[in-house]
Structures are given as structure tokens and as C-alpha cells.
């Protein structure tokens, strides 16, 4: 579960502003009950202004009635269809030394898996094309300084996607 913006700000409104249980605050803001119970003690976090996760819109009144009602249901995160879109497909950003290993991978894939279209293994390591063409044709710039490295063990993909695409490939071979 994704947590709300600044967890500690918006249990300390939620503490002040409804009558939501500490372990419902707690889960919905990746905190311990007992952290919650401290802030609405005034032992914790009483030097934080609350942040209004209405007005952020990550809940609804509607949800926070549900929830006043029964103790036992769980606050649900209000998500706008454009940020759903966005989450759905998966981060683009990459630190720099994913980006920098993404060349070992991509010759990796060459070697175990030649199979593989340029496409998938672009698709698996988030690459470009260029690249991609120029490792398999060894035209690559610093080819000799690159070793060869599973992209799984680097992060740049998952076994699963890496078994899916090889048998996509085989599959169409």
C-alpha cells in the first residue's frame, strides 16, 4: 500500500479531525498504533502543523465516515485516474548506476539469450535501440571494457519478465 504525503503530518490532522481508531490511522499511515496514540497524547509530534489529506485528495469524507462506522475497516487511499495511470506503469526513473550497467545486461542477454529481439531486450532493460544494436553488432564504443551481467541481479528487470520474453522468443523463433 502506498502511504499518504508526510504519514506523520496527515495522522497528526487525522488524530485531530476525526474519530478514526489509532490502529486505523496507524495503517493507512505506516505508523504503529502506539506512535499514533503518542501524537494524540501530545508526546509526539506536537510541533507538526496536520496536513489535510482531503484537501491533497488522498481521502474522501466518504471513506473517513466508512471507516468512523466500523473499526475494523481499513482507510483506502483515494487515487486520481491520471496518478493510477502513472503507477500502473512503472517508474521510468533509474539511478545512475542502474543506467550505468544497463550495457553488461543488454551484452548479458546478447550471449545467454540471443534469441531475444532487440525490441525485448529494449523493453527488459529499458534501454534504446541504439544501444541495443550496437553491442550486438560489436560496435559498441567500450565493448572490451564491459563484462557480461545478469540483468536480474542488477535490478533491471525481473525473472519472470525475463522468462516471459524468452519464451515469447523461443516461442516465435
Not at 502506539?34 to 489535510?52: F, N, P, T, Y
Not at 564504443?141 to 516471459?164: F, H, R, S, Y
Amino acid at each position: 500500500m502506498t502511504l499518504p504525503l508526510m504519514p506523520k503530518a496527515t495522522a497528526v490532522w487525522l488524530v485531530e479531525n476525526t474519530a478514526l481508531t489509532f490502529k486505523q490511522i496507524g495503517e493507512f499511515c505506516g505508523m504503529h498504533s502506539l506512535e499514533i496514540q503518542a501524537i494524540a497524547d501530545g508526546d509526539v509530534a506536537s510541533h507538526i502543523m496536520g496536513l489535510d489529506p482531503i484537501a491533497n485528495g488522498q481521502l474522501t469524507w466518504e471513506e473517513i465516515k466508512r471507516c468512523e462506522a466500523d473499526e475494523n475497516a481499513c482507510l483506502t487511499m483515494a487515487v486520481h485516474p491520471e496518478i493510477e495511470k502513472l503507477l500502473s506503469k512503472g517508474s521510468k526513473f533509474l539511478s545512475m548506476s542502474k543506467r550505468l550497467v544497463r550495457p553488461a545486461a543488454i551484452l548479458w542477454l546478447i550471449k545467454n539469450h540471443p534469441q531475444l529481439s532487440n525490441a525485448q531486450i529494449i523493453k527488459l532493460v529499458r534501454s534504446t535501440k541504439v544501444t541495443v544494436s550496437a553491442i550486438r553488432d560489436k560496435t559498441y564504443k567500450k565493448l572490451n571494457q564491459i563484462q557480461a551481467q545478469n540483468p536480474v541481479t542488477l535490478g533491471l528487470c525481473t525473472e519472470a519478465d525475463l522468462n516471459q520474453a524468452v519464451a515469447i522468443a523461443n516461442k516465435n523463433k
